[in-house]
């Protein structure tokens, strides 16, 4: 059978191990392809492509539920669930998501782009398949990574306090985040992985107490309270945790045997209660350039199949923020041993893994746990130390109430570097970047800046690092800078709360955000060849907002245009309109932003594109607005 004729995961069902092999090649060839043509994640899913198998083969996913934390290892699902003639359009404009949506596909059973959901949502769905009397199976899998997560140990708990509640979790064992997993938990099954096999002990041992004498077909309280002794006996360091935690333990196995998955599966499904699964798989599996180098074939942009080499860009590019950063805290901190680096489980994209490489004892990974990630940093600034934060913005959003409870309320100085910030391009919804302005400008004691380019990202560094008074927050964008000049040394820091101008024009006050300054200077030069002259600023910061530079050119020119790639409700635009008003200088404003939508997954510049931000549509948009009769000649 060729995948090509699977438009439905039933469709495995009878097939044999042979087949399922021949499955398994071609979807890691689909895979291979595609990530290598269009760039993506590969790793996670080559590693699942068995256990994906095996597990759809002992389910009825018209009636059973999957839920896979992080949908990037589940692509194999997506080729076996009707994707896999438009498998190539993965994550492009109006193609196949990334991860899971519900929207997307019926089997979608729940969508994540962020890690240690999949325990709690399938608690949740077993909950209410019992409350309304249904019966079915519901699967949580997630990887070990994952599992590092606060919220997959309190799905755990709270799963093992209910041992009539059927749910099985299966534990992608691959000793990988996107960088090699970092903690105790990881520790712990590294050690489960070298241990034996250990599979239906309760079972076996409960048989071999019926064939003693005088014991026969049942056991008394007494010998139920014995056998379940023996069998921790015989789990010391295997599944002993899980099987306290209230989980019957299967476990670890071999997550490329087919034979020894589908016999697993298939006793673990006859288990009543919470049931443990731990798969040991290989992240890469089949492809040997990922095997030997996890981290960096996690995902990668378009490369050649054969070398497993990227493939070089036509023109050299400008320094990945990212790395511009990295470089630069490490340089500071070579001369200042108060700085601590801290990532959760990021370290490569972040650029901390520049940090790590030359000062590791000034670098902290806490694994797949912000909220852990900063409350530490709050618990290094009691004492004097100088955290540092680099964390994703979408990622930040998951530690809200630690960055208000235990830093802001505090006023305490932990220094938040917000990688991503913006539109993100392929990953789509769950990791745009457009909330971190308005989620933090809100919050009292908080200070906010973004840098125009990678020059100032330097600065702003410098700035967050000297800055003691409290909380102090810098976005800056994924990718590469604008290919500025860069300092190696000598970094001024900024003053607080100040902006500059960049243009000046009497007829329209542009007031750019971050990213957004380089467009409002490409809009001036539009607005001039139509006759229209604007006063450029660079706002640097949106809290404090500089209002002794801004509030009296908006009175003066009575014009303002903001600009900003984030969410507008609550954002700069609004922070600006806001000081106008209170203010009381009443000018038209008129925001440029993200409108209360969600961004689907395309390429930065289609998206940009899509939500009218572009230079060439802001300046149109402009002379709409504020000078119609100027507007018949612009160049759309």
């Known amino acids: 059978m060729h995948i090509s004729e699977i438009t439905h995961p039933n469709q495995l069902h009878g097939l044999s191990i042979r087949q399922l092999e021949d499955i398994a090649r071609q979807i890691r060839e689909k895979h291979l392809q595609t990530i290598a043509a269009s760039g993506g994640h590969l790793g996670p899913g080559l590693g699942v492509v068995e256990l994906t198998l095996a597990l759809y083969q002992t389910l009825d996913l018209d009636r059973d539920k999957v839920i896979w934390d992080v949908g990037h290892q589940a692509y194999p699902h997506k080729m076996l669930t009707g994707r896999y003639h438009r498998f190539h359009t993965l994550r492009q404009k109006d193609g196949i998501a990334g991860y899971l949506k519900r929207c997307e596909s019926k089997f979608d059973h729940f969508g994540a782009g962020h890690a240690s959901t999949s325990i709690s949502a399938a608690l949740g769905m077993a909950l209410a398949r019992d409350a309304k009397g249904e019966d079915f199976k519901v699967v949580a899998i997630i990887g070990d990574g994952a599992l590092t997560g606060g919220m997959a140990l309190e799905a755990i708990n709270h799963a093992g306090h209910l041992p009539h509640t059927n749910l099985m979790v299966v534990l992608n064992d691959n000793e990988m985040s996107i960088s090699p997993n970092v903690g105790a938990i990881s520790r712990y099954l590294n050690k489960v992985r070298l241990s034996d096999p250990i599979q239906f002990i309760s079972d076996n041992l409960e048989e071999q107490f019926k064939h003693l004498p005088f014991f026969g077909e049942s056991l008394t309280p007494e010998m139920e309270r014995l056998k379940e002794g023996m069998k921790r006996l015989a789990v010391p360091k295997v ?60 995902a990668q942009n378009p490369f050649n199949l054969a070398t497993g080499k990227p493939i070089p860009s036509s023109k050299p590019k400008p320094p990945a923020y990212s790395k511009v950063f990295g470089h630069t805290l490490t340089r500071l901190a070579e001369n200042n041993p108060k700085i601590i680096g801290i990532t959760a489980a990021m370290a490569t994209g972040t650029g901390l893994d520049k940090l790590h490489a030359k000062l590791p004892k000034q670098y902290i990974d806490v694994g797949i746990a912000e909220q852990h990630a900063v409350t530490l940093a709050a618990g290094l600034a009691c004492e004097g130390m100088r955290p540092v934060v680099a964390i994703y913005s979408t990622f930040l959003q998951r530690a809200y109430d630690q960055v208000i409870h235990d830093v802001c309320i505090q006023n305490l100085p932990v220094f938040f570097c917000m990688d991503r910030a913006g539109i993100v391009g392929a990953d789509g919804p769950t990791h745009q970047g457009l909330y971190d302005i308005a989620y933090l400008r809100c919050i009292p004691n908080m200070v906010a800046m973004a840098p125009k380019d990678e020059a100032e990202l330097q600065r702003m560094v410098v700035t967050g690092i000297n800055y003691t008074d409290g909380p102090i927050a810098m976005r800056y964008p994924r990718g590469n800078g604008i290919g500025v000049p860069l300092m190696e040394e000598g970094w001024e820091p900024l003053p ?47 809290k404090p907002l500089d209002t002794e530079l801004i509030l009296p050119l908006a009175q003066r020119i009575g014009k303002v245009v903001t600009l900003e790639e984030g969410c507008l409700m609550g954002g700069f635009g609004s922070a600006v309109a806001e000081a106008l008003q209170d203010n009381k200088i009443l000018v038209p404003v008129k925001r440029f932003g993200v409108p209360d939508k969600l961004v689907d997954h395309a390429k930065p510049d289609e998206s940009l594109v899509d939500l009218g931000l572009t230079g060439s549509q802001i300046a149109e948009q402009v002379l709409g607005a504020f000078f119609s009769n100027k507007l018949p000649s612009v160049v759309s």
């Open 239 to 298: 599944g002993a945790v899980i099987e306290e935690l209230g989980f019957t333990y299967f476990g670890p196995i071999d997550g490329h045997n087919l034979s020894e998955l589908i016999s697993t599966f298939k006793q673990a499904h006859k288990v009543p209660g919470p049931v443990f699964v731990h798969v040991a798989t290989v992240k890469g599996k089949g492809y040997e350039v990922a095997e030997k180098d996890q981290v960096g074939y996690h």
């Open 496 to 542: 607080i709360g100040k902006g500059e101008i960049l243009r000046n024009g009497d007829d329209v006050l542009l007031l750019g955000y971050g990213t957004m300054v380089n467009t409002a200077m490409q809009v001036a030069e539009i607005l001039s060849e139509h006759g229209v002259e604007a006063t450029v600023i660079n706002a640097r910061f949106v």
